[in-house]
């Protein structure tokens, strides 16, 4: 493409806004997701109005250094004018197609073959098609259809069932949410629908036996599934969906022998596998997918967020060899798909995107060098009085909060003591995301060690504010 742009993201100026304005239209129309509307409009949302790099600003011209690269997708972080030059040449070109009625578009094409080498064989699995959609809960919406349409073209439509696990995260809508193992959701819809279990998720500090060491921990957790499919009958389960690391669940880092133990169950019983690497691939974890590094081989794996680091709405699902060649040449017509499947402007800021991140070698960083560095500055917050537990995968860690971390004797609920955290992180110029009192963060891949030592620093300064606070409220 040779259009010259209109132009030049050089010199766009930040806009002025009017924060109460805002606030009171936003109030009045825009119903947020995951949100009580009428607390929300006593206080006042937030009005973000430009980002740089690791660093976002609001109305007011507040600065705050985001460790949760906005929802866990910003991951070459803010302001990165060759993707706003990508999609604005292609939507000069083509801003939009459909890809029904035996049409494609170049990007699509481009991004489908991109991916599918991007994703490592291992064994005899390998990736070969690319489905795609505008997000993770679209994405695993399409594994529900895509999954019970392979047992039925190879004449077994009874294996609809499909496992995923308590406090899964996997997207919002009616399958995506029944898919995930999230009670607050569950209780709204009456969901799961009709056949989605549930095992419990591999969280040690939860679920673990008295003296029980962590290996056998894993094993053990991931030995539900198989009596999961024993009570469920194996000739009707179709597939077992799990996140390599829980992202919305709290950063759950399952123990290295509990994903090998898994591909032996579904290895065994002739069950498909489903990877959700919404929040884990591209880069996040160090590696471009997290199966290969965890050590299993899915037949799916779900794609979202960090493939055009947010600045476009993309998701989709890798199709393995196993599934796409029954999908193909026995399956017919698959009755599923999206208006913005293949949107070729958002599928060209992805091409862009991997591009920048191949050229800056930001997978690489995090493999050997950034992750490495989180890890070994987030282990020192183990010094802390409310620290009872912090870990860490590539650049994504997460902290327990705890009461007595001698006697690892929790807060009680009704305190919300990782809410008060969450102001103070906000009042601080940190974005530190609460779930319970498990305190998270995702930061952008392209931090630098200075930035990691800043994020640090704030991390421990409100930390120390919710001690104090915590203290003058007899909480401890």
């Given at each position: 493409?040779?259009?010259?742009?209109?132009?030049?993201?050089?010199?766009?100026?930040?806009?002025?806004?009017?924060?109460?304005?805002?606030?009171?239209?936003?109030?009045?129309?825009?119903?947020?997701?995951?949100?009580?509307?009428?607390?929300?409009?006593?206080?006042?949302?937030?009005?973000?109005?430009?980002?740089?790099?690791?660093?976002?600003?609001?109305?007011?011209?507040?600065?705050?250094?985001?460790?949760?690269?906005?929802?866990?997708?910003?991951?070459?972080?803010?302001?990165?004018?060759?993707?706003?030059?990508?999609?604005?040449?292609?939507?000069?070109?083509?801003?939009?197609?459909?890809?029904?009625?035996?049409?494609?578009?170049?990007?699509?094409?481009?991004?489908?073959?991109?991916?599918?080498?991007?994703?490592?064989?291992?064994?005899?699995?390998?990736?070969?098609?690319?489905?795609?959609?505008?997000?993770?809960?679209?994405?695993?919406?399409?594994?529900?259809?895509?999954v019970r349409h392979y047992w039925?073209?190879?004449?077994?439509?009874?294996?609809?069932?499909?496992?995923?696990?308590?406090?899964?995260?996997?997207?919002?809508?009616?399958?995506?949410?029944?898919?995930?193992?999230?009670?607050?959701?569950?209780?709204?819809?009456d969901l799961p629908i009709p056949?989605?279990?549930?095992?419990?998720?591999?969280?040690?500090?939860?679920?673990?036996?008295?003296?029980?060491?962590?290996?056998?921990?894993?094993?053990?957790?991931?030995?539900?599934?198989?009596?999961?499919?024993?009570?469920?009958?194996?000739?009707?389960?179709?597939?077992?969906?799990?996140?390599?690391?829980?992202?919305?669940?709290?950063?759950?880092?399952?123990?290295?022998?509990?994903?090998?133990?898994?591909?032996?169950?579904?290895?065994?019983?002739?069950?498909?596998?489903?990877?959700?690497?919404?929040?884990?691939?591209?880069?996040?974890?160090?590696a471009w997918f997290a199966y290969?590094?965890?050590?299993?081989?899915?037949?799916?794996?779900?794609?979202?967020?960090?493939?055009?680091?947010?600045?476009?709405?993309?998701?989709?699902?890798?199709?393995?060899?196993?599934?796409?060649?029954?999908?193909?040449?026995?399956?017919?017509?698959?009755?599923?798909?999206?208006?913005?499947?293949?949107?070729?402007?958002?599928?060209?800021?992805?091409?862009?995107?991997?591009?920048?991140?191949?050229?800056?070698?930001?997978?690489?960083?995090?493999?050997?060098?950034?992750?490495?560095?989180?890890?070994?500055?987030?282990?020192?917050?183990?010094?802390?009085?409310?620290?009872?537990?912090?870990?860490?995968?590539?650049?994504?860690?997460?902290?327990?909060?705890?009461?007595?971390?001698?006697?690892?004797?929790?807060?009680?609920?009704?305190?919300?003591?990782?809410?008060?955290?969450?102001?103070?992180?906000?009042?601080?110029?940190?974005?530190?995301?609460?779930?319970?009192?498990?305190?998270?963060?995702?930061?952008?891949?392209?931090?630098?060690?200075?930035?990691?030592?800043?994020?640090?620093?704030?991390?421990?300064?409100?930390?120390?504010?919710?001690?104090?606070?915590?203290?003058?409220?007899?909480?401890?």
């Amino acid at each position: 493409m040779s259009l010259t742009p209109i132009f030049n993201p050089a010199v766009v100026q930040q806009r002025q806004v009017d924060t109460r304005s805002i606030q009171a239209l936003d109030s009045a129309h825009y119903l947020h997701p995951f949100t009580d509307s009428q607390a929300l409009a006593q206080r006042g949302a937030r009005v973000i109005t430009r980002g740089e790099g690791v660093y976002i600003w609001d109305s007011e011209g507040k600065k705050i250094l985001d460790a949760m690269s906005g929802l866990w997708c910003v991951n070459i972080g803010y302001g990165r004018q060759e993707l706003a030059q990508a999609a604005y040449l292609q939507m000069m070109e083509l801003p939009y197609y459909n890809s029904f009625f035996n049409t494609t578009n170049v990007p699509a094409v481009k991004l489908a073959t991109k991916l599918c080498a991007l994703a490592p064989k291992v064994g005899d699995r390998e990736f070969t098609h690319v489905f795609f959609s505008s997000s993770g809960s679209e994405s695993n919406d399409t594994n529900i259809r895509m999954v019970r349409h392979y047992w039925s073209s190879l004449g077994q439509p009874q294996r609809k069932v499909i496992i995923g696990r308590k406090n899964g995260y996997h997207g919002s809508t009616i399958g995506g949410a029944s898919l995930g193992g999230m009670q607050g959701m569950h209780e709204q819809g009456d969901l799961p629908i009709p056949g989605i279990v549930h095992i419990d998720q591999p969280y040690y500090l939860e679920n673990a036996l008295l003296g029980e060491t962590e290996h056998d921990f894993g094993v053990r957790m991931a030995r539900q599934l198989e009596a999961k499919i024993v009570e469920v009958g194996a000739d009707k389960v179709a597939a077992f969906i799990g996140e390599p690391i829980q992202g919305a669940g709290g950063v759950i880092i399952p123990p290295a022998s509990y994903w090998p133990e898994i591909q032996r169950i579904v290895d065994q019983y002739g069950i498909l596998l489903i990877s959700d690497e919404v929040i884990c691939a591209f880069g996040r974890l160090g590696a471009w997918f997290a199966y290969e590094q965890m050590g299993y081989k899915p037949d799916l794996v779900t794609f979202a967020k960090g493939v055009t680091s947010g600045y476009m709405p993309l998701g989709g699902v890798m199709v393995g060899n196993r599934v796409s060649k029954v999908l193909i040449e026995r399956g017919g017509e698959f009755n599923h798909g999206y208006t913005y499947s293949g949107h070729p402007a958002a599928c060209q800021v992805a091409l862009a995107n991997l591009e920048w991140m191949e050229r800056e070698r930001i997978v690489e960083r995090v493999r050997d060098d950034t992750g490495p560095y989180l890890a070994e500055r987030f282990a020192q917050l183990l010094q802390h009085p409310l620290v009872g537990d912090a870990r860490t995968c590539g650049m994504t860690a997460g902290l327990v909060l705890m009461k007595d971390k001698t006697a690892r004797q929790m807060f009680p609920p009704e305190l919300a003591v990782g809410m008060a955290c969450r102001a103070h992180c906000f009042g601080n110029g940190l974005i530190m995301r609460a779930v319970g009192d498990r305190m998270i963060i995702a930061p952008p891949l392209v931090m630098t060690r200075a930035d990691i030592d800043e994020m640090m620093t704030l991390i421990v300064r409100c930390l120390d504010l919710t001690l104090a606070q915590a203290q003058a409220e007899g909480w401890c």
